[in-house]
């Protein structure tokens, strides 16, 4: 029931609670030996100490996780651990670590049939490649963001994070026509429904 509830705070952004209940739930789990609730528990509470850019303790806590999940080899948990350890790699600026890490996290995704990982992994790859600009960053960030476009038409509820990566690699390389149209898109998904990730950040 404490697993439940702390998806749902998760999935309705009460931030405060959500990260209160993983207080409690994490030694609550391990109390009764039950490391794949555990580990879980530490991912969606992981993902809300970014939201509200505690990245250090994020970042540990997604490390705690990988190791547990890769001892049990879960490797969906794995993967979930890389996505939102990357995060934080990425916020702390350790952009190589973070997009080594959402590469891994896809590939795992593509095994597993994991559809809004797959996707989701690779716009945050997308966006953090952006942010490195290293040589050839926005070339591999536009080839990604338009492969997202495609891979996105059967899935509506993803659709609004490829146009979000495409207009902000076209922001990047100056495309501002691509740029606005592609924005102009995410901002019309945005308003017309929920949004599953980065909806601040979109908007």
Known sequence: AMDARLF?????????????????LIPAAEGI???????????NTCSLLN??????????MADRALTDARARRARILEAFALHNGGMSCARLGQLDEGIDYQREAARIADECNAARLRINARVYETVFLVWRGAPGDLGAALSLARYLVEETRSVPSLQ?????AYARVQLARRDLGAAIEAARDAYRRASAGPVEEWEEYIR
């Open 8 to 24: 749902a705070l998760l999935q309705v952004g009460d931030i405060a609670e959500g990260i209160a209940c993983g207080a409690a």
């Open 33 to 43: 030996g039950d490391v794949t609730i555990a580990t879980r528990a530490r991912l």
């Open 51 to 60: 939201h509200t850019g505690m990245f250090e303790e994020a970042q540990q």
């Open 160 to 164: 609004i994070n490829a146009s979000f």
